[in-house]
């Protein structure tokens, strides 16, 4: 129910903190007793770190009776398992990593830390990010909480099952072609991938360096600003983070839409979308409208069918310069029974990946070799280009482009294991903000079945708040975001 602390949103649980009515020990503790109750069926970890996590909220509190707290302290959270974490395991949820355990923290972890938020533990994932079901978790599947016979989606499932069922308040996950909107999407949460380069990704293990970046699931819009106020900002330690101030997000919640251009792109409404999603999704654009939004029906993004065909050569060809570090020798699993150097790094990387890890790695082994470089990762690169100008073409026209997050709602575990192309498909409409680096938002917009539907929108780089206020905006119209599944 909406009143268990474990169902409290990050703004409530804050206002309850300060005031305080509610301590951090006492809803850390609820958050662990949730876990506790919970995760023998959504498997939405790989590690509770639950005695750092309580030494954590003690330390919160006197923070709180020192009159010394930020938003986020004592807010117990997630992270991904692939943010670095010092001195607890960051494993990647691949047998790789299995025992890992940094001596470092990521940039988002370093900021969460100096904020005093309570770390709960480490989110399951598809194997290095590579995914959309969460079922290539070398460690184990998560299960949807709203059916648990199906997925949560990926590759950040396990940080979305999560949220949705009352395991953590928020979560940061990574999304590389979808991985936290996608899977938000599913599950019924916020979740968002800022502009490239907003979000340091300093200590997050890299998959496809030019389209990785960290962003946070929430299960609200302004929960959804609050993280992004504590994670967003320039670091020197990643080449690419971007040197712009970072605004008070939460300033843009402010409900007033009228006058926005909406655009609803007709190439995101093609075949393979439910059609429950798509009159889930206009419906939506109608909510956008009656708040006082302009709304082009017929927008047109021709080069979005390119998107998701390039994007399997260039992630691929960045997953395999990025993977080859896997040797046996540095750290991670190290293969023992080996016949020599050679046969040791073949063994290791033969038991330490999984199926999907090794598809990757050969696809973008095969793209980036010599005379095959210029006909595909070349000319990959090139309509990559070409799709960013057409989205800033079109954001002269649209201050946001509105469209499915996902084509489907969840589907069962186990559906589409036996074909990659069928995965790879369940990102058509996330892909392209990857490609072209802009920042995308999935809000809760209907019900089919049981399950939840996802609404996308996307904003020109650097247009967070814009995006943030059209989707807090349509979020405040509707009560999709009030519910929470039965567990
Ligand atoms: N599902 C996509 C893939 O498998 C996107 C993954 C991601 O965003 N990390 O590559």
Redesign the pocket.
């Known amino acids: 129910m909406p009143n268990d602390l474990h169902h409290l949103t990050i703004h409530e649980a804050r206002e309850r903190l300060h005031r305080r009515d509610l301590s951090s020990v006492e809803l850390t503790r609820a958050l662990l007793d949730r876990i506790e109750q919970v995760e023998p069926a959504v498997r939405a970890y790989v590690t509770v770190i639950q005695e750092t996590a309580l030494s954590q909220a003690h330390e919160a509190d006197d923070r709180i009776a020192a009159g010394d707290a930020g938003p986020l302290t004592g807010i117990p959270l997630q992270l991904k398992d692939n943010i670095a974490t010092r001195g607890v395991p960051t494993t990647c949820s691949s047998r790789m990593l299995e025992h890992f355990v940094p001596p470092y923290d990521a940039a988002v972890t370093e900021r969460l830390r100096a904020q005093h938020a309570v770390i709960l533990g480490k989110g399951n994932m598809?194997e290095f990010?590579?995914?959309?079901s969460t079922e290539n978790s070398a460690m184990h599947p998560t299960h949807n909480p709203w059916n648990l016979e199906r997925v949560p989606g990926?590759?950040s499932g396990g940080p979305a099952a999560a949220v949705a069922a009352g395991e953590a308040l928020g979560s940061l996950g990574?999304?590389?072609?979808?991985?936290?909107r996608?899977p938000a999407s599913l599950c019924g949460v916020v979740g968002m991938k800022p502009t490239y380069g907003l979000v340091s990704r300093y200590g997050l293990v890299a998959?496809a360096s030019s389209l990785?970046q960290i962003g946070p699931l929430a299960r609200d819009v302004t929960d959804c600003a609050l993280l992004l106020n504590g994670i967003a900002g320039h670091d020197p330690r990643d080449s690419t983070s971007l040197p712009s101030p970072v605004p008070d997000y939460t300033k843009s919640l402010t409900g007033d839409i009228r006058g926005l251009r909406v655009g609803v792109p007709k190439e995101y409404f093609v075949e393979g979308v439910e059609p429950e999603v798509e009159a889930a999704v206009k419906r939506a654009v109608g909510v956008l409208e009656e708040l006082g939004a302009t709304v082009d029906w017929e927008a047109s993004l021709p080069l979005t069918q390119y998107a998701l065909p390039i994007?399997y050569i260039i992630?691929p060809s960045e997953c395999s310069a990025n993977l080859a570090r896997y040797d046996g020798v540095k750290y991670g699993y190290s293969e023992q029974e080996a016949d020599g150097i050679w046969d040791a790094l073949e063994k290791t990387r033969q038991h330490g990946f999984g199926p999907e890890v090794k598809r990757r790695i050969m696809l973008g082994t095969y793209s980036l070799s010599s005379g095959y470089y210029d006909a595909y990762y070349l000319k990959a690169g090139r309509v990559r280009t070409l799709i960013s100008q057409e989205f800033r073409e079109a954001f002269k026209r649209y201050d946001v482009l509105v469209t499915p997050t996902s084509p489907t709602a969840a589907f069962p575990i186990g559906a589409k294991t036996q074909d990659p192309l069928q995965?790879?498909l369940?990102?058509i409409c996330t892909?392209p903000a990857?490609i072209a680096g802009i920042p995308a938002i999935s809000v809760p917009c209907g019900m089919a079945d049981g399950l939840p539907i996802g609404l996308q929108m996307m904003a020109p780089a650097l247009g967070e708040e814009t995006l943030l206020r059209a989707a807090h905006a349509y979020e405040q119209a509707t009560t999709w975001h009030t519910l929470r599944p039965q567990l």
């Open positions: 598809d990010a590579m995914g959309s990926g590759s990574s999304d590389t072609g979808g991985s936290v996608q998959f990785d994007y992630a995965m790879y369940s990102d892909i990857n």
